[in-house]
């Protein structure tokens, strides 16, 4: 699974037997518990359920370091968690 150079990440989670909206709650809930800075490797399986959690993980101000399909079908997408804002 991709993630840091070493090859980890904070946390992987799979929500491949997932429906939206549930993909993004999933998503949201294990990125509220990493650190600013923090990586989540995500597989997920479908169209609806890649363009959805993409863009609302975007719209977050998190980012999206890797968009890597999978020899199963499934997405694995690699996000880093946005620092914490400044004071």
Do not use: W
């Amino acid at each position: 699974m991709p993630g840091r150079e070493d090859g980890t990440c904070t946390a992987v989670l799979d929500i491949t037997s997932e429906t939206c909206p549930m993909t993004f709650v999933r998503t949201r809930l294990a990125l509220d518990v990493l650190p600013p800075g923090g990586l989540l490797a995500v597989r997920l399986k479908g169209d609806e359920p890649h363009r959805n959690v993409s863009r609302s993980v975007r719209a977050l101000g998190h980012a999206i370091l890797a968009d890597a399909p999978q020899p199963d079908g499934s997405v694995v997408l690699t996000i880093r968690k946005k620092e914490a804002a400044s004071a």
